[in-house]
């Protein structure tokens, strides 16, 4: 048998005294558990050194005589075997159990396992170990689920909304479904509104909440909705991704929806509700003929049934407790309905327009190849980028038409012609004031014509420095020559050389008479003979 030293026997009782789990002390000290539990006792017991060699007690066997109690004779009213306490293993008593009710309020409080355990032995002097509470407090925790918070919101705060499955619909012609049930239910008063489509679409949707509003006679501050696809494109708790139409449609009313926690319908229990009532109490064993018949129905069930019954929760009329306290401070409804629109994505052309409904719309250069998000109405046709921002707005067009906003034409790929004579004139003064002059001079002689002209103009810029254009434009203005030929010809002259002119009489330049003297024979004219 293993015979621990003093000192190994007196760190035991040490760390058991502070607290230590005999798990924990046999890790510490390189020991067995079952070696640290012969100098401890048995579990629960006084801490204290057990002779060297005692036998280790023997945990009584489940459905032994010490760990139940002996069955009653056949005949007895003696109650059965309770069952096993929280934390505690067939044949083991939990150290724990003796402060059961402590612990349990605690943990309503919100209390962890160690604070307890740190309360234990502070205030009521408990001898088990950590570990132990530990494991008595997560097996407790697992029996005593807290229960759900109720929240009832301020009248005018809230509607929740829900699907459901409507009553079959059989049309004359043979054809079955059963349509989808939209039901609004105002959080404060539980006043409702129910109406059935054939499909639960974006459009579908959004119809069925604005009549809803105009049914009441207002709008809450928010809408409970869960994640359905026709109104949340990406599941998220903390930031959810709403259908655009969808947000457009709550910028319109002034509301805002909030959808619940995936998985978690009792964050909208009172439209959960509302939706079995209306299915149990309106729809059920019933049959029609088309979906209006059923939505006709479904109005004067509100009226008559569902607005004149006592609440079983507010113990109040529904249409009662509406009028009084929630009808007053619902918010005003927007002067006009909700825009009607289809939308969709597209891709720009090469060309930069994108096509609907076979028409074509231009938008800025930049988005060349880019997916955007389209919207169309009877008379207008709006365009946004990725964030949903708007680059484009055209009025609509019937199919093959064409409708490109000016603006939208990158400046590398813009007629001059387009820009117009006035543009092309002060491009030219740019030039210098003989250029200026002589195209203003050249378009009020040739007219419209003369748009080529100056267009052939500016295109000299490219080529020839400002200063030969100016001198040419300057000869083309002096002799009154308007054609483009001819101040190109001007261009590729050569400057005229200056012209001297040569005086006959200077103090440098001797008379004619000195040369006739020296060579009479050739001066032969009678008057220098003369005056010889």
Same mark, same amino acid.
Not at 129 to 146: F, I, Q
């Given at each position: 048998m293993?015979?621990?030293t003093?000192?190994?026997q007196q760190?035991?009782?040490?760390l058991?005294e502070?607290?230590w ?17 012969r100098?401890l006792?048995?579990a629960g017991a ?6 060297a ?9 489940a459905?032994s005589?010490d ?5 009653p004779?056949p ?5 059965k075997?309770?069952?096993?306490p ?5 044949g083991?008593r939990s ?10 309020a605690g ?17 009521h ?6 570990d132990?509470v ?6 407790l ?13 301020a ?8 699907y459901?499955?409507?009553a ?12 989808h ?9 539980r006043?409702?509104y129910?109406?059935a489509?054939?499909r639960?679409?974006t459009?579908?949707f ?5 009549n809803g ?10 809408v409970?909705i ?12 903390f930031?959810?991704d709403?259908n655009?139409? &969808? %947000?457009? #449609?709550? +910028?319109?009313y002034?509301?805002?929806? /909030?959808?619940t926690?995936?998985?978690m ?5 009172k439209?959960e ?16 003929t088309s ?14 049934i ?9 113990r109040?009329?529904?249409a009662?407790?509406?009028a ?7 918010r005003?409804?927007?002067a ?10 597209r ?5 930069g327009?994108?096509e609907?409904?076979?028409?074509y ?9 880019h997916?955007?998000?389209v919207?169309?109405?009877a008379?207008? &046709? %709006?365009? #946004?980028? +990725?964030?949903?921002?708007?680059i484009? /707005?055209?009025t609509r067009?019937d ?8 603006a939208h034409?990158?400046?590398?790929k813009?007629?001059?012609i ?6 092309l004139?002060d ?16 378009y ?8 080529r ?12 420095a ?18 483009l030929r001819?101040l190109r ?7 005229p050389?200056t012209?001297?002119?040569?005086v ?6 001797r ?10 024979d050739?001066f032969?004219?009678?008057? /220098?003979s003369q005056n010889?």
């Amino acid at each position: 048998m293993n015979i621990l030293t003093v000192n190994e026997q007196q760190s035991i009782r040490t760390l058991a005294e502070r607290g230590w789990s005999r798990r924990r002390i046999a890790r510490e000290l390189g020991l067995h558990r079952e070696t640290v539990g012969r100098y401890l006792g048995p579990a629960g017991a006084s801490t204290g050194a057990v002779a060297a060699g005692a036998a280790k007690p023997a945990i009584p066997p489940a459905g032994s005589a010490d760990s139940e109690p002996a069955i009653p004779p056949p005949g007895c009213d003696e109650p059965k075997p309770a069952i096993p306490p929280a934390g505690s293993v067939a044949g083991r008593r939990s150290a724990c159990e003796p402060f059961r009710a402590f612990i349990e309020a605690g943990l309503v409080q919100g209390l962890s396992a160690q604070r307890l355990f740190q309360d234990l032995r502070s205030e009521h002097g408990f001898a088990g170990g950590y570990d132990a509470v530990k494991r008595y407090v997560r097996a407790l925790g697992a029996s005593m689920p807290l229960p759900f918070r109720r929240m009832e919101m301020a009248p005018g705060e809230e509607v929740q909304v829900d699907y459901g499955q409507g009553a079959w619909v059989i049309e004359p012609d043979g054809t079955r479904y059963r349509p989808h049930l939209l039901r609004l239910v105002l959080s404060a008063s539980r006043k409702g509104y129910t109406e059935a489509f054939r499909r639960q679409t974006t459009e579908s949707f959004i119809r069925g909440m604005e009549n809803g509003f105009r049914a009441f006679g207002g709008v809450t501050a928010t809408v409970v909705i869960d994640n359905l696809k026709a109104a949340v494109k990406r599941v998220d708790w903390f930031d959810p991704d709403i259908n655009p139409k &969808v %947000r457009d #449609f709550a +910028a319109h009313y002034g509301t805002v929806f /909030l959808p619940t926690r995936p998985a978690m319908p009792r964050h909208k229990g009172k439209v959960e509700a509302g939706v079995k009532y209306a299915q149990a109490n309106a729809l059920r064993g019933r049959k029609f003929t088309s979906l209006s018949a059923q939505n006709d129905f479904l109005l004067e069930w509100e009226r008559t049934i569902a607005d004149t019954r006592i609440h079983g929760t507010t113990r109040k009329q529904v249409a009662v407790l509406f009028a009084e306290v929630e009808a007053p401070v619902l918010r005003a409804l927007p002067a006009s309905l909700f825009p009607v629109f289809e939308e969709g994505r597209r891709t720009v052309h090469r060309d930069g327009h994108v096509e609907i409904q076979r028409a074509y719309y231009s938008v800025p250069p930049e988005y060349l190849g880019h997916e955007l998000w389209v919207r169309w109405e009877a008379r207008l &046709v %709006r365009i #946004f980028d +990725a964030q949903m921002n708007l680059i484009a /707005l055209h009025t609509r067009h019937d199919p093959g038409a064409f409708s490109t906003d000016p603006a939208h034409i990158h400046t590398h790929k813009r007629r001059i012609i387009e820009r117009g004579a006035d543009w092309l004139l002060d491009r030219a003064s740019q030039v210098g004031q003989a250029t200026g002059g002589w195209a203003r001079a050249m378009y009020a002689q040739r007219g419209p014509a003369g748009i080529r002209v100056l267009q052939g103009l500016l295109s000299m810029v490219e080529d020839h420095a400002p200063g030969k254009i100016e001198r040419a434009c300057a000869r083309a203005l002096e002799f009154g020559a308007w054609r483009l030929r001819d101040l190109r010809a001007l261009l590729d002259a050569q400057p005229p050389q200056t012209q001297f002119h040569f005086v006959a009489e200077h103090p440098l330049i001797r008379p004619l008479a000195d040369y006739a003297a020296l060579s009479p024979d050739c001066f032969h004219d009678p008057d /220098l003979s003369q005056n010889a």
